[in-house]
T-cell receptor
Framework: AQSVSQHNHHVILSEAASLELGCNYSYGGTVNLFWYVQYPGQHLQLLLKYFSGDPLVKGIKGFEAEFIKSKFSFNLRKPSVQWSDTAEYFCAVNAMDTGRRALTFGSGTRLQVQP | DTGVSQDPRHKITKRGQNVTFRCDPISEHNRLYWYRQTLGQGPEFLTYFQNEAQLEKSRLLSDRFSAERPKGSFSTLEIQRTEQGDSAMYLC???????????FGPGTRLLVL
């Protein structure tokens, strides 16, 4: 079964700092990859996704992620974070050629941006 | 609001009681998913429907759990004889058949005393 690892559990940054959150998955076949964000008191929202094509995908609010197949990674980046980016970030994978539709999530990274 | 809705948003119950949660997906979405999320963890898959057919169930879904989607629209998740370990956020998501992006509802937070 596939698994997702998010190695950074809690990240604290100052405003304007650059962000990179790690995500590694353990499935060797075709995957769809997602980053979801959960702002305080709100529900999970899609930040960006990768299905195929250009491995560098851009999402909302200036976020981007790069799919590196050889490293089984899908790291999330933002050049300059804002206080409003304080949230919990979840990486998720869907193993396409298993026929399953379930998403497997990582345990999440809590990002705290200090003003 | 045309997003996924869930009811109730919060539920407190005593151990041994039965509870039922409802999910209304985005109207044109024929796929519906249930997940469970505990503190400090990401969501864990429970079950998935395509229209009214329940096509996939996780091993997490013990025989005390049952889910239905009788007319292919809303879905219910019932937990019988609740246990303290059932305390969690229960999330519903929906998607179209042609596009795999799942959109999540606000969740139902269950506390079993």
């Amino acid at each position: 079964a596939q698994s997702v690892s998010q190695h950074n559990h809690h990240v604290i940054l100052s405003e304007a700092a650059s962000l990179e959150l790690g995500c590694n998955y353990s499935y060797g076949g075709t995957v769809n990859l997602f980053w979801y964000v959960q702002y305080p008191g709100q529900h999970l929202q899609l930040l960006l996704k990768y299905f195929s094509g250009d491995p560098l995908v851009k999402g909302i609010k200036g976020f981007e992620a790069e799919f590196i197949k050889s490293k089984f990674s899908f790291n999330l980046r933002k050049p300059s974070v804002q206080w409003s980016d304080t949230a919990e970030y979840f990486c998720a994978v869907n193993a396409m050629d298993t026929g399953r539709r379930a998403l497997t999530f990582g345990s999440g990274t809590r990002l705290q941006v200090q003003p | 609001d045309t997003g996924v809705s869930q009811d109730p948003r919060h539920k407190i119950t005593k151990r041994g009681q039965n509870v039922t949660f409802r999910c209304d997906p985005i109207s044109e979405h024929n796929r519906l998913y249930w997940y469970r999320q505990t503190l400090g963890q990401g969501p864990e898959f429970l079950t998935y429907f395509q229209n009214e057919a329940q096509l996939e169930k996780s091993r997490l879904l013990s025989d005390r759990f049952s889910a239905e989607r009788p007319k292919g629209s809303f879905s219910t998740l019932e937990i019988q004889r609740t246990e303290q370990g059932d305390s969690a956020m229960y999330l519903c998501a929906s998607s179209t058949q042609s596009h795999g992006t799942q959109y999540f509802g606000p969740g139902t937070r269950l506390l079993v005393l």
